[in-house]
C-alpha cells in the first residue's frame, strides 16, 4: 500500500520531500548567487525535474529526479 502523505517525528503532515545530489545543491547555490541577491527562490518539485524559479520569473533546471522503481509484473 501506498500511503500518498507522511508524518514528520513531531506529528505533522509532511507536505513534500525531495532528495537532492550535491550537483543539484551547487546548482542551485548558482542560481542563488546570480540571480536572486535577497529574494527568495522557488523551488519546483515536478515529476522528472527539479527547477528553480528566479525572482522575476526565470525557471532554471536543478537536475533530473530519478523515479521509483518499476514494479515487475
Not at 44 to 64: K, M, N, S, Y
Request: net charge negative; with cysteine.
Amino acid at each position: 500500500m501506498i500511503h500518498l502523505s507522511a508524518k514528520a517525528a513531531d506529528g505533522r503532515e509532511v507536505l513534500a520531500r525531495a532528495e537532492f545530489t550535491i550537483d543539484m545543491l551547487r546548482n542551485l547555490l548558482v542560481v542563488f548567487e546570480a540571480a536572486s541577491g535577497d529574494k527568495p527562490v522557488l523551488v519546483e518539485l515536478c515529476d522528472r525535474a527539479v527547477w528553480a524559479v528566479t525572482p522575476d520569473g526565470h525557471r532554471l533546471l536543478i537536475g533530473q529526479k530519478t523515479g521509483p522503481q518499476p514494479y515487475d509484473a
